[in-house]
């Protein structure tokens, strides 16, 4: 017998990370997510404007609410809410979308893994890139709501990708980490859809990071930053605003946060792996 | 001392167990007081409840830990097919999931030696929205395939499936049978090294499951994989393994060529059914002529638990005789889980004669090739001095029966449970 794979099977394994399957597996993946993507609006009118309708209704209230009724200023005079609110919401709403469904993964894919061995992994990331159509298909709106107040970006708008990827790294952390509780405690299927407000109401989405600066103080709101949605959301923003500097600080907090949530999300998964099977 | 792997060894499995815990029962509260708290407490209770879940080992002793495999050693050369049998629940699913890495062992290992492709269930991971076409590609990844290699394979997958016309409609379209075809297709191009299948060719219909059989064989035979086959189909276990072993709660007890470990299997099976043999007793009548045993016996001559499909049954029924009478007569009433009776052994017209009985003996009812589906079933017995009922029990025995070849050609009634078969003949002109 010649170049045939030795698998041995047996309790608590001590390999880690098989880069290589998971390499192997790449395929899998990309089929996954063309799924997710194809069957996503199947059988609606809308289809596509879907994925444009949500952001834009979510537009339409922030803008009503924070900008007109409550007044919430967007720490710039020549920005307009809409605007404002637009660049934050579109980035949030990829967030929320990801976080719920990359959660519930594991218990939507267990008629699947309890059947099949395939690396587990894969699970509660194929949302994350399933998702990023809708991202792109919402810059629509962002683009057409500039048009309309005839914003121009700033200088600083090629740096989007770096709180997007924020973004992208803390989802799919936060993904590894409740998609393995959710499975054995289904508590976190309901307690998601609760925090789900609370966490939106915490990042600067209808509010600039700014002000929690101005408020609580430089310290505060480096801790703040801690939340990697801060970084994400608002520098995603800044980057397409005038006249804005960076927040590299926050932005970098933010990132480390958010690396070390997907670390540590990957080692749990990892450990739990072995029973998904068990508590599924 | 663990054994030392042989080179050609496709699988070797190692002193494995697997240890599940179960609900045990709870005690239920009577008053009020002890209700409230409890529902206070729940949640502390059903958290350490789920947590342990997963925290079983092989020091566990506890009374809710239920062991669905344990001890289990085997290898498995390159080349053999290798059938596992035994009774729902003797843990033969369990020991799949852990040889296919769905779940994993409490204690022992297992050594693999090859690309392994398990099919627990055809299909899966189906989406009913997909077209044909993108569900190969789905299902074949999901199976471990590449891109590339479903690529090279997928006309010969749909030529296999026999369903070019409609691969590009969506399969919540397809009938059952057509999902089964498209979802088995796949699976037959998987080309593994090592391929580990469950039951799954009890669907489709016949035509196909001769082609699904013939590919398993081409598989196992000519390119030399090895295949590990969990069924209970005992004609094909002996058509298409080279060895077999037996599992009983969850252990192996008996391993060995296929022909001699179904024999085992169907003899030896700790049967459900007849498990009182005082259960005679309870007969009504005025048991001057009376039946106060009985044992079921195969063509070998062996006293079986469970008969074979298209075997020769022998139902032995021991009797007494208290006061002599004229013309004895007994009656075998076979009837179905429905309490249909399906049909009657009548001694009266098949025995050539009058049955001259002893003071104490035997009467044997030989039904040459036993005419019913897989099920099990109930006989009614009576004993009659000519018109008289002298001995009458309503489901005095109960037969399980396994599949088998009834017709001698190869293929088994899958799809049927709990009838008669009737041997007939076809003409085509």
Same mark, same amino acid.
């Given at each position: 017998?010649?170049?045939?794979?030795?698998?041995?099977?047996?309790?608590?394994?001590?390999?880690?990370?098989?880069?290589?399957?998971?390499?192997?597996?790449?395929?899998?993946?990309?089929?996954?997510?063309?799924?997710?993507v194809?069957?996503?609006?199947?059988q609606?009118v809308?289809?596509?404007?879907?994925?444009i309708?949500?952001?834009?209704?979510?537009?339409?209230?922030?803008?009503?609410?924070?900008?007109?009724?409550?007044?919430?200023?967007?720490?710039q005079?020549?920005?307009?809410?809409?605007?404002?609110?637009?660049?934050?919401?579109?980035?949030?709403?990829?967030? !929320?979308?990801?976080f719920?469904?990359?959660?519930?993964?594991?218990?939507?894919? !267990?008629?699947?893994?309890?059947?099949?061995?395939?690396?587990?992994?894969?699970?509660?990331?194929?949302?994350?890139?399933?998702?990023?159509v809708?991202?792109?298909?919402?810059?629509?709106?962002?683009?057409?709501?500039?048009?309309?107040?005839?914003?121009?970006?700033g200088?600083?708008?090629?740096?989007?990708?770096?709180?997007?990827?924020?973004i992208?790294i803390?989802?799919?952390?936060?993904?590894?980490?409740?998609?393995?509780?959710?499975?054995q405690?289904?508590?976190?299927?309901?307690?998601i859809?609760?925090?789900?407000p609370?966490?939106m109401?915490?990042?600067?989405?209808?509010?600039p990071?700014?002000?929690?600066?101005?408020?609580?103080?430089?310290?505060?709101?480096?801790?703040?930053?801690?939340?990697?949605?801060?970084?994400?959301?608002?520098?995603?923003?800044?980057?397409?605003?005038?006249n804005?500097?960076?927040?590299?600080?926050?932005v !970098?907090?933010?990132?480390?946060?958010?690396?070390?949530?997907?670390?540590?999300?990957?080692?749990?998964?990892?450990?739990?792996?072995?029973?998904?099977?068990?508590? !599924? | 001392?663990?054994?030392?792997l042989?080179?050609?060894?496709?699988?070797a499995?190692?002193?494995?167990?697997?240890?599940?815990?179960?609900?045990?029962?709870?005690?239920?509260?009577?008053?009020?007081?002890?209700?409230?708290?409890?529902?206070?407490?729940?949640?502390?209770?059903?958290?350490?409840?789920?947590?342990?879940?997963?925290?079983?080992?092989?020091?566990?002793?506890?009374?809710?830990?239920?062991?669905?495999?344990?001890?289990?050693?085997?290898?498995?050369k390159q080349?053999?097919?290798l059938?596992i049998?035994?009774k729902n629940?003797a843990?033969?699913?369990?020991?799949?999931?852990?040889?296919?890495?769905i779940?994993?062992?409490?204690?022992?290992?297992?050594e693999?030696?090859?690309?392994?492709?398990?099919?627990?269930e055809?299909?899966?991971?189906?989406?009913?929205?997909?077209?044909?076409?993108?569900?190969?590609?789905?299902?074949?990844t999901?199976?471990?395939?590449t891109?590339?290699?479903?690529?090279?394979?997928?006309?010969?997958?749909?030529?296999?499936?026999?369903?070019?016309?409609?691969?590009?409609?969506?399969?919540?379209?397809?009938?059952?049978?057509?999902?089964?075809?498209l979802a088995?297709?796949?699976?037959?191009?998987?080309?593994?090294?090592?391929?580990?299948?469950?039951?799954?060719?009890?669907?489709?219909d016949?035509?196909?499951?001769?082609?699904?059989?013939?590919?398993?064989?081409?598989?196992?035979?000519?390119?030399g994989?090895?295949?590990?086959?969990?069924?209970?189909?005992?004609a094909?276990?002996?058509?298409?393994?080279?060895?077999a072993?037996?599992?009983?709660?969850?252990?192996?007890?008996?391993?060995?060529?296929?022909?001699?470990?179904?024999?085992?299997?169907?003899?030896?099976?700790?049967?459900?059914?007849?498990?009182?043999?005082?259960?005679?007793?309870?007969?009504?009548?005025?048991?001057?002529?009376?039946?106060?045993?009985?044992?079921?016996?195969?063509?070998?001559?062996?006293?079986?638990?469970?008969?074979?499909?298209?075997?020769?049954?022998?139902?032995?029924?021991?009797?007494?005789?208290?006061?002599?009478?004229?013309?004895?007569?007994?009656?075998?009433?076979?009837?179905?889980?429905?309490?249909?009776?399906?049909?009657?052994?009548?001694?009266?017209?098949?025995?050539?004669?009058?049955?001259?009985?002893?003071?104490?003996?035997?009467?044997?009812?030989i039904?040459?090739?036993?005419?019913?589906?897989?099920?099990?079933?109930?006989?009614d017995l009576?004993?009659?001095?000519?018109?008289?009922?002298?001995?009458?029990?309503?489901?005095?025995?109960?037969?399980?029966?396994e599949?088998?070849?009834?017709?001698?050609?190869?293929?088994?009634?899958?799809?049927?449970?709990?009838?008669?078969?009737?041997?007939?003949?076809?003409?085509?002109?």
């Amino acid at each position: 017998m010649k170049n045939l794979t030795k698998v041995v099977i047996e309790n608590s394994s001590k390999k880690l990370f098989d880069f290589s399957e998971l390499f192997r597996y790449k395929d899998l993946l990309y089929f996954m997510v063309l799924r997710d993507v194809t069957v996503m609006y199947k059988q609606t009118v809308l289809g596509f404007f879907w994925a444009i309708l949500n952001p834009f209704f979510q537009i339409v209230v922030f803008s009503l609410i924070f900008g007109k009724i409550a007044g919430i200023s967007t720490g710039q005079s020549n920005l307009p809410y809409p605007v404002f609110s637009c660049l934050a919401v579109i980035p949030w709403s990829y967030f !929320a979308s990801t976080f719920t469904a990359s959660s519930n993964s594991l218990i939507t894919t !267990a008629p699947i893994f309890t059947k099949v061995y395939f690396p587990r992994m894969i699970i509660p990331i194929v949302p994350i890139f399933s998702k990023l159509v809708d991202f792109f298909i919402s810059l629509v709106i962002l683009v057409c709501v500039m048009l309309y107040y005839k914003y121009v970006p700033g200088q600083n708008v090629w740096l989007f990708p770096i709180p997007l990827l924020i973004i992208i790294i803390s989802s799919a952390g936060l993904g590894f980490w409740l998609s393995s509780l959710a499975l054995q405690y289904r508590d976190f299927r309901f307690a998601i859809g609760f925090f789900l407000p609370i966490l939106m109401y915490l990042a600067p989405v209808a509010y600039p990071a700014l002000k929690v600066k101005e408020q609580l103080g430089n310290t505060a709101y480096h801790l703040y930053a801690l939340y990697p949605l801060v970084g994400g959301v608002e520098g995603f923003r800044s980057s397409f605003l005038q006249n804005q500097i960076f927040p590299w600080d926050i932005v !970098a907090i933010s990132g480390a946060s958010a690396i070390f949530i997907f670390i540590t999300g990957a080692l749990y998964f990892k450990k739990m792996e072995k029973h998904f099977a068990d508590v !599924a | 001392m663990l054994p030392n792997l042989i080179n050609e060894n496709a699988v070797a499995v190692i002193n494995l167990g697997k240890a599940y815990r179960i609900g045990v029962a709870e005690k239920k509260e009577d008053n009020l007081v002890s209700a409230i708290v409890k529902s206070i407490i729940g949640p502390i209770k059903n958290f350490s409840k789920i947590k342990s879940l997963k925290t079983v080992n092989s020091t566990s002793n506890e009374s809710d830990v239920f062991w669905a495999n344990r001890n289990i050693t085997f290898n498995v050369k390159q080349g053999e097919v290798l059938g596992i049998i035994g009774k729902n629940g003797a843990g033969k699913s369990t020991l799949l999931k852990m040889l296919s890495r769905i779940t994993e062992p409490t204690e022992g290992r297992i050594e693999l030696q090859g690309r392994v492709a398990s099919l627990l269930e055809v299909g899966t991971g189906f989406n009913p929205d997909l077209t044909g076409r993108e569900n190969i590609y789905l299902n074949g990844t999901i199976l471990g395939l590449t891109k590339k290699e479903i690529e090279e394979r997928y006309t010969s997958i749909v030529e296999f499936s026999g369903i070019e016309k409609f691969i590009e409609t969506p399969v919540k379209r397809y009938s059952s049978g057509m999902k089964v075809r498209l979802a088995f297709a796949v699976a037959a191009h998987l080309d593994p090294e090592i391929l580990i299948i469950d039951e799954v060719l009890a669907v489709g219909d016949a035509e196909f499951q001769r082609k699904c059989l013939g590919k398993m064989q081409e598989v196992a035979g000519k390119q030399g994989r090895t295949v590990l086959f969990v069924s209970h189909d005992m004609a094909a276990v002996k058509k298409l393994c080279t060895r077999a072993i037996l599992l009983q709660k969850g252990t192996i007890v008996y391993e060995g060529i296929p022909e001699h470990v179904v024999n085992y299997y169907l003899q030896n099976a700790a049967s459900i059914v007849n498990d009182n043999n005082n259960f005679f007793d309870n007969a009504k009548g005025n048991k001057h002529f009376e039946l106060t045993q009985f044992e079921l016996i195969n063509e070998q001559g062996n006293i079986i638990q469970i008969a074979e499909s298209g075997k020769q049954l022998e139902i032995k029924l021991y009797y007494k005789v208290h006061e002599t009478g004229p013309d004895p007569v007994v009656i075998l009433r076979f009837k179905n889980n429905l309490e249909q009776v399906l049909f009657t052994c009548l001694s009266r017209n098949s025995y050539d004669g009058i049955m001259s009985l002893k003071k104490e003996g035997s009467i044997s009812c030989i039904i040459p090739s036993l005419p019913l589906l897989p099920g099990i079933y109930a006989v009614d017995l009576f004993c009659k001095y000519g018109q008289d009922v002298t001995f009458e029990l309503e489901e005095a025995l109960k037969i399980e029966v396994e599949k088998g070849d009834f017709f001698g050609t190869g293929k088994l009634n899958n799809d049927m449970q709990n009838g008669m078969i009737v041997f007939h003949n076809w003409k085509v002109d």
